[in-house]
């Protein structure tokens, strides 16, 4: 490994000294993989441990091996590992993992982490010590986000009131996640706007519904283009430079669209002014949006036919 390069602001190294570094830094390896290329895959022995040194890697699963259909698990930032589980065996690797930008992976062998456990007992289990404190706050995240999927899931099935049930899927997925301020807006095809059904700790003269020809700011963008958004400086973030504000974005924001089959219906949005998002925080709203789409797609389908249905009576007056 290069002596330039640095461990400083990887979690797992944080908590080893300079002289302990040194010891494992022979033992690391720095490997390039350009957007698009495949670091591990699924179904294959796993014998090393990865450590994300720059760039993003997606982390997914296969659920139909026919369509080749793939869940997105994680999304990983610089300091993140992951393929953890081949320090301690060779079993096939549960998930496979991907490079979506240009990214800088750091490597280490399992024989290799063998060897050290050997030699430098001490090291070797601060830095497992490490890894396990952290994987153990992934699955507390995990457990809180399947207690989310499982009530929004009842929600669904009990609730058919839009109104009631927008409020509900709200407010549970912005306490799962932490969001200090929520928006449910949805299609209307019989008045043509974009309308808040929903809203959490946004003031009343805030909550306009437009035409759905105006598309307007990061709502072009969720419900014009289907991108889902992640921004923890949104005020700096080149992406949103030139992007219209509504009134609605706070520093650090989160937005996914409501599709139904190739139909977006609707965007949830949520944002915070203190600690940030993170990928896992956009899958599990991305995963709850795409839950709740049919249900909040056939709710709304009865209300803008019951709307029609006012605008087609023809009253007669009794004689």
Known sequence: MSKELSFEGIPIFVELRKEELDKIKPLVSLNTYPAGEVIFKEGVAGDAFYVLYSGEVRVSKLIDKKEEREKVLAKLSPGEFFGEMALFDDRPRSASAVATVQSKVLLIKREDFKGLLKRETQIASSLLSSIIKIISGRLRETNSELVTIYETGKIVGSVHNLDDLTRMILLRVAETIGAEKGLFLLTNEVSAEIEVKASLGIEEPALKSFPLSEKRGILKLIMEENQSIISNNFAE??????????????????????????????????????????????????????????????????????????????YIKPF
Not at 288 to 313: F, G, T, W
Request: hydrophobic content about 40%; glycine content about 6%; overall charge positive.
């Open 237 to 314: 973030d080149s992406r949103f430079k030139e992007t219209e504000r509504l009134g609605y974005e706070d520093r650090h924001l989160l937005g996914v669209p409501l599709r139904v089959k190739d139909k977006t219906i609707g965007a949830i949005l949520l944002s915070k002014k203190s600690s940030e998002f993170t990928s896992g925080n956009l899958i599990l709203l991305s995963t709850v949006a795409s839950q709740v789409a049919n249900a909040i797609s056939y709710a709304l389908m009865k209300v803008e036919e019951e709307a029609r249905q006012r605008l087609k009576r023809v």
